[in-house]
């Protein structure tokens, strides 16, 4: 059954059942400085993705919930194109800029996300596939084989200067700037709907972390992988990378979605949830 949740700071979050072989933590927080949580999350199979409200507090949570509730339209499905997570999250930046506002910053949103896809190779064989898009400055990261790889590239100034080398990643985390998007769902910014799309193979063993900037700035890639690598189940390990951001500074919402995959799926999403989400 589905589950709204309405924790952590009165956080926004979708979870739902699972399949075989896959199985998925989340958590979320507040922080230590803010107070509301514009960030949420849905996690249902197939689609795990992190929503980061930008605009101020309500229309941060409003343009949150908007994304959230456009992105629904994909729990429980059977995704066999990329195209469709590229409606879902064009439906989503539709709904957001759709919010009345008169405010002086537009409701927007940061989005990353991981949905398990089946999708035909080259030799005509149907295989789970990872499909993880990102827009804005929330990560997917994939620990796989005990390496941590960071799939997506931020959508930010820093991620630019640090290509330029003119920062480094650990400075790029401190910098000012750091949380001045140049592509993100609504927010006035123009154009910017169209996700980065990367394509991976589901393996056994894979560990994959959906994160919003809330974390990553206040953790690094060795305390990600140290965490994520330990060995706790997936629900833990959300807690405990929210509760290491909190322990770095906790100056913005963090939010954590892990997924694992015990096992490459054999059953496509839609068959194996049947009225789970209906």
């Given at each position: 059954m589905t589950e709204h949740v309405r924790a952590d700071g009165d956080a926004l979050g979708i979870r739902g059942a699972g399949v075989p072989g896959i199985v998925v933590g989340a958590a979320t927080d507040v922080g230590r400085l803010r107070a509301v949580n514009e960030d949420g999350y849905l996690a249902i199979v197939p689609a795990?993705?992190?929503?980061?409200?930008?605009?101020?507090?309500?229309?941060?949570?409003?343009?949150?919930?908007?994304?959230?509730?456009?992105?629904?339209?994909?729990?429980?499905?059977?995704?066999?194109?990329?195209?469709?997570?590229?409606?879902?999250?064009?439906?989503?930046?539709?709904?957001?800029?759709?919010?009345?506002?008169?405010?002086?910053?537009?409701?927007?949103?940061?989005?990353?996300?991981?949905v398990l896809a089946w999708l035909e190779d080259e030799q005509g064989?149907?295989?789970?596939?990872?499909?993880?898009?990102?827009?804005?400055?929330?990560?997917?990261?994939?620990?796989?084989?005990?390496?941590?790889?960071?799939?997506?590239?931020?959508?930010?100034?820093?991620?630019?200067?640090?290509?330029?080398?003119?920062?480094t990643p650990e400075q790029a985390r401190r910098d000012p700037r750091r949380n001045i998007v140049t592509r993100a769902l609504g927010g006035g910014i123009a154009d910017s709907a169209i996700p980065d799309l990367y394509s991976v193979p589901v393996a056994s063993g894979d560990r994959l972390l959906v994160c919003s900037d809330g974390l990553s700035d206040e953790l690094d890639d060795e305390g990600i992988a140290t965490v994520l690598a330990a060995g706790y189940a997936a629900q833990r390990t959300a807690e405990l990378l929210v509760g290491a951001s909190l322990e770095g500074g906790g100056h913005d919402n963090t939010t954590a979605v892990v997924v694992d995959s015990t096992e490459v799926p054999v059953t496509a999403p839609v068959d194996a949830l049947a009225e789970g989400v209906r």
């Open positions: 795990f993705v992190v929503v980061d409200g930008m605009g101020g507090h309500a229309a941060g949570r409003m343009a949150t919930q908007a994304a959230l509730d456009a992105l629904y339209s994909l729990a429980g499905t059977t995704v066999t194109d990329v195209e469709a997570v590229v409606r879902a999250v064009m439906a989503a930046q539709e709904a957001i800029v759709a919010i009345p506002s008169h405010a002086a910053y537009l409701p927007g949103a940061t989005i990353a996300g991981v064989t149907t295989r789970p596939t990872w499909i993880i898009f990102n827009i804005g400055d929330a990560r997917v990261y994939l620990l796989r084989d005990g390496m941590l790889s960071q799939v997506t590239r931020d959508h930010s100034r820093v991620q630019i200067l640090i290509e330029a080398g003119e920062l």
